[in-house]
C-alpha cells in the first residue's frame, strides 16, 4: 500500500506492507464553497452578534489584523469584499491600516509581504508588520482578570474600527484559533503573549475547548480590553479552501464557528496506536519546528504510551524560534527540559522546548525534516535520514495487535479516542 506524505510544498510517498492495515485519520472530505468571494459576501451581509460595519461608517481610522505566513488564511478571498464595503461606507483607503499579526515571530520584511496578501492590495494600502519587542509601538491597557499585562499595538488600538481577519481551527492549547486571537496575540507585546501563553499548562487549557478554556478566555478577555470589533473568519477544509464564513462580533462568530470548525477537523478513533505517521499539512504549516510541533502533540494524543511517532516535516525554515535553540543547547534529555521548564519562570520559546519534550518523553519521536541532523539531535528531536527505511523498521517492531495511523494534517486534525 502507498500513502502520500504531505510535505512542504509537495509531498513524499511511502509504501507500507500489504498485511498491514493503516488508518487514515482524517475527517470526511467537505467540498469547499463554489464561490469563496459570494461566500464572504453573504456573511459580510449578514453578521452575528447584532452588529454590522454600516455601525462604524463614521470611523476616521480603520485597523485590520491580518495573519502571518505561518497560517494559511485565504486573505486573496477575505478581504477584498471586506475592503470594498469599507470603501462603500465612504473610508478612504488612506485610512485604512493592515497589520501583520505576527505574534512573538520575526516581523514579516516587504519583500516577503506578496506571499500573504495580493499585490493590489499593497499598493493601495498600508501594511505594517508587527514587532512585539518594540516597546515604544505598544500601549498598555491594564490586566486581566488572570493577571495578563495588555500590552497591545498602539496604532491598531488606536483606531476607531478594529477587525480581525483570520481562520478558526484547532489550537493545542488555546482550543482553537480565530476571532480576537488576531489581534489579541498577533499585535500584542511580548510579556502579554508569555503570561497567556503559561496558561497551557493548566488542565483545562486543551485543544477543541472554549468556554472552559483559560488561555483562550484569557485571549477574549485581552481582547475586549483592546476593543476589537468586528472579525471576519473563515472554516477551511484540509486542503485549506473555503468551507464557511462568519462575519460579525468577535464571541459570536467564535460561539457560531467553532461547531462549524469540529464538524471538519475532529474525528474519533477506537483506540490508540502502536506507530502514527504524521505530517503537520505541508506548507505553511511545516514551515518551521515552531510550527510542526502540533504534528506531534495532536499525533500523541492517539499513540499509545511508550508508541512511536514519526514527525514527516520540512521545517524549511529551521526552528523559527532562536529562543528556543539558545534555551535548549546542552540539555541531554526530555525530562531534563522538563524539569528545567517547569522549574524557571515561563518563557516563549523555551515553551516549546517543553511541548516537544512532553510529548516525546510518553511516545518516541522520530523526526525526518530538511534540517540539518545534528542541529536536530542537539534539540533532542532524534532525527531520521532514510524515512522509508524507519518506518519499515517501526512497522516490523510492532506487538502484534497494534496499528499503525497516518496522520496527513496533523495540524487542523483533532483526534480523540471514542469511548
Not at 508588520?129 to 482578570?145: E, G, P, V
Not at 485549506?240 to 457560531?256: C, D, N, S, T, Y
Amino acid at each position: 500500500m502507498k500513502i502520500s506524505v504531505p510535505y512542504g510544498r509537495s509531498s513524499i510517498s511511502l509504501t507500507l506492507p500489504d498485511d498491514i492495515q493503516i488508518n487514515i485519520i482524517e475527517p470526511p472530505a467537505i467540498p469547499p464553497a463554489s464561490d469563496p468571494l459570494e461566500v464572504v459576501w453573504a456573511a459580510l451581509a449578514d453578521p452575528l452578534g447584532g452588529l454590522s460595519l454600516s455601525d462604524f461608517a463614521s470611523a476616521k481610522s480603520v485597523g485590520i489584523a491580518v495573519s502571518d505566513k505561518t497560517r494559511p488564511v485565504p486573505h486573496q478571498h477575505l478581504l477584498p469584499p471586506l475592503l470594498e464595503q469599507l470603501e462603500t461606507l465612504g473610508i478612504s483607503r488612506q485610512a485604512i491600516t493592515l497589520h501583520v499579526a505576527v505574534g512573538t515571530h520575526p516581523p514579516m520584511t516587504p519583500k516577503e509581504l506578496p506571499a500573504i496578501l495580493p499585490e493590489f492590495i499593497l499598493k493601495r494600502y498600508a501594511v505594517i508588520s508587527h514587532d512585539a519587542s518594540l516597546s515604544a509601538d505598544l500601549i498598555y491597557l491594564r490586566d486581566t482578570s488572570r493577571g495578563t499585562p495588555v500590552w497591545v499595538n498602539k496604532e491598531f488600538a488606536n483606531s476607531d474600527l478594529k477587525i480581525v481577519v483570520g481562520n478558526i481551527e484547532p489550537h493545542q492549547f488555546a482550543g482553537f484559533s480565530g476571532g480576537v486571537k488576531s489581534a489579541a496575540i498577533g499585535l500584542a507585546g511580548t510579556e502579554t503573549i508569555t503570561h497567556n501563553h503559561a496558561m497551557m499548562t493548566h488542565p483545562n487549557s486543551l485543544i477543541g475547548t472554549y468556554e472552559t478554556n483559560p488561555a483562550r478566555q484569557d485571549i477574549e478577555e485581552i481582547g475586549q480590553k483592546i476593543g476589537i470589533h468586528f472579525a471576519l473568519n473563515a472554516i477551511l477544509n484540509q486542503s485549506k479552501q473555503i468551507v464557511h464564513v462568519l462575519a460579525g462580533e468577535p464571541r459570536a462568530v467564535m460561539q457560531a464557528g467553532i461547531p462549524l470548525s469540529k464538524e471538519v477537523c475532529q474525528i474519533g478513533v477506537h483506540s490508540k496506536y502502536g506507530l502514527m505517521i504524521s505530517s503537520p499539512g505541508g506548507h505553511p504549516k511545516d514551515i518551521n519546528l515552531y510550527q510542526s510541533q502540533k504534528g506531534l502533540a495532536h499525533a500523541a494524543l492517539v499513540t499509545k504510551p511508550g508508541g512511536t511517532v514519526i514527525l514527516v516535516a520540512a521545517c524549511p525554515e529551521g526552528t523559527g524560534s532562536k529562543h528556543y535553540e539558545e534555551w535548549i543547547r546542552g540539555k541531554a534529555s526530555n525530562e531534563e527540559v522538563i524539569q528545567w521548564f517547569t522549574e524557571e519562570k515561563f518563557r516563549i520559546g523555551p515553551h516549546k522546548a517543553y511541548q516537544i519534550a512532553r510529548d516525546a518523553s510518553q511516545v518516541r519521536l522520530q523526526f525526518y525534516s530538511e534540517m540539518n541532523t545534528d542541529f536536530s539531535k542537539d534539540l533532542l528531536l532524534n532525527p531520521i535520514k532514510d524515512l522509508q527505511g524507519a518506518v519499515s523498521l517501526a512497522i516490523a517492531e510492532l506487538e502484534p495487535g497494534e496499528r499503525v495511523g497516518f496522520l496527513p494534517h496533523a495540524s487542523s486534525t483533532i483526534p480523540y479516542v471514542m469511548n
